[in-house]
Structures are given as C-alpha cells and as structure tokens.
C-alpha cells in the first residue's frame, strides 16, 4: 500500500558564524514539523557559506567527523521532533581526506548513515575538487520511519546512473541538498 509523506527541504541565508548558521537551520527544522513535514532535507553544506567559489586552505577548518557534533545535534532534534533530517556537512575523514557527506538521521534519532557526493564539480565558481575527495560508499537507501529514501549531493543529479542505481536500491524518494541558486 501506499501512503502520504510530508517532505521540506530547508534553506537559509549563511553567515560566517557557524552556530548561527546551524541555529537558523535548527529553526527551519522546527518551523517544517510545525507545518507537518516528516523528512526534512537541509540546504547543502548549511553550516556556512558555500565556500567553494575560491580555492582557500583556511576552509579546511571547517570540516568536522560525520558523526560529529552537528550529527549528534540533529539526531537530538530528530528525536525530539520525531521527524527524519538530511543533513549536508563538510566531513573530515582524516587529515587531507575530506568529503561532501550528507548524514541520514532517523525519526527516533539514530544516526542511519551517510552518503558522500560522488561527482565533484570543477568550474568557475564551483571548485570542489579542491576541497572534496569522490565518495567511495556507492549509492544507497535507507529505510526510515515514513520512507526508504536516498540521498545524493547536488552534481549528482546531473548524472542518471546516480538515481538509476539509488532506485535500484529501493528508494522510494530521491533527496539531492544543493547549494546551487
């Protein structure tokens, strides 16, 4: 059978202050449940501006572990809101190995899984192979309390194998963060 699923996809205005960057989102968070929405999808890599529009060691700074404190404090939020969240980060994998990782977190918190971008632009104004090493945890589903989704990262949609093969993987609905205008 199937049934109705509320979805929202939140996104805000960044600043250089991280915490109020991750508090606006917080805030979006709510304002979705408030309205009904059970899977809530955050902006991609919400916790600052998009900073890949230079190429700038000093950005590395702001990669953090996925689980991290970020994760951990959505699956808070997720339990205490009772509402799925994707959340978009910039992982610190180890020194020199970062990803452009989305973090699955489910209704009663827990902490699902992740998935890290696999296409990784090199433009004008998009320049994350600087910054992002190719995922390498292919393309996957999660169940959830209220689907079995999957997730990829913004550059992804622009090629079909990455649905094609999410899909095979049972998702019912595709959720792509993005920090594209």
Known sequence: SQSLVNIAAVQHACTADLEANVASAERGVRAAAAQGAQIICLQELFRSPYFCQIEDHKYFALAESVPGPTTERFQQLAKELGVVIIASLF????????HNTAAIIDADGAYLGKYRKM???DDPLFYE???FTPGDLGFRAWDTKFARIGVCICWDQWYPE??????LQ???ILFYPTAIG
């Open 170 to 172: 049972g998702a019912q």
């Open 119 to 121: 296409h990784i632009p």
């Open 162 to 167: 990455a649905a094609r093969l999410t899909a």
């Open 91 to 98: 992982e610190r994998r180890a020194p020199g190995l970062y």
């Open 129 to 131: 192979k600087f910054y």
